[in-house]
């Protein structure tokens, strides 16, 4: 069974320094990764995923991440954070099966990120 | 566009009630999950299924059922409400291998 591991359960960050939010992950198999953003009383959106192809991937809201499979991490990133980013970020990994997602889809605990001005 | 919706947004139930939680999403999507989410405790899978007519276990599956007699609707179960299950609960549905679209919760207290 796979799980994900969030290193940082809360990063306060001042407005336009960058920011890093770690995530591993364990699995036996090949999977595909995400992050999701969950503002205050609301669903969670996703940010990115990684499916396949390039491990540098970009997102929605200038964040971008990258699949690092001898480490199995999928750090997320953003060089300058404004308030509005604010939020709770999720790390997610699903298993690869048959070329497809075997539907498990698994979460992190979350990491809630605070900028300050 | 509609998308995944929950119902009801809110519940209050007595120890040992039972109640159904809605879900139903309009995208034809052969996903669905069905996640519980505690402070600091991330989102727990319960149940998810892969299409109509099939459904597997997640991680916290004890306490729950669930069905999936279509593709849109996906409820979720409780029979014997215990204050372990208050929590804030959410459908998510998706397509094969991409991600994942949430309704917005539903936040049950057990008293």
């Known amino acids: 069974a796979q799980s994900v591991t969030q290193l940082d359960s809360q990063v306060p960050v001042f407005e336009e320094a960058p920011v890093e939010l770690r995530c591993n992950y364990s699995?036996?198999?090949?999977?595909?990764l995400f992050w999701y953003v969950q503002y205050p009383n609301q669903g969670l959106q996703l940010l990115l995923k990684y499916l396949s192809g390039s491990t540098l991937v970009k997102g929605i809201n200038g964040f971008e991440a990258e699949f690092n499979k001898s480490q199995t991490s999928f750090h997320l990133r953003k060089p300058s954070v404004h308030i509005s980013d604010t939020a709770e970020y999720f790390c997610?990994?699903?298993?690869?099966?048959?070329?497809?997602?075997?539907?498990?889809?698994?979460f992190g605990k979350g990491t809630k990120l605070s900028v300050k001005p | 566009n509609a998308g995944v919706t929950q119902t009801p947004k809110f519940r209050i139930l007595k120890i040992g009630q039972s109640m159904t939680l809605q879900c139903t999403q309009d995208m034809n999507h052969n996903y669905m999950y069905w996640y519980r989410q505690d402070p600091g405790m991330g989102l727990k899978l319960i149940y998810y299924s892969v299409g109509a007519g099939i459904t597997d276990k997640g991680e916290v599956p004890n306490g729950y059922n669930v069905s999936r007699s279509t593709t849109e609707d996906f409820p979720l179960r409780l029979e014997l409400a215990a204050p372990s299950q208050t929590s804030v609960y959410f459908c998510a549905s998706s397509p094969m291998n991409t991600e994942a679209f949430f309704g917005q919760g539903t936040r049950l207290t057990v008293v």
């Open positions: 699995s036996s198999v090949s999977v595909y």
């Open positions: 997610a990994v699903s298993d690869q099966v048959y070329g497809g997602s075997q539907g498990n889809l698994i």
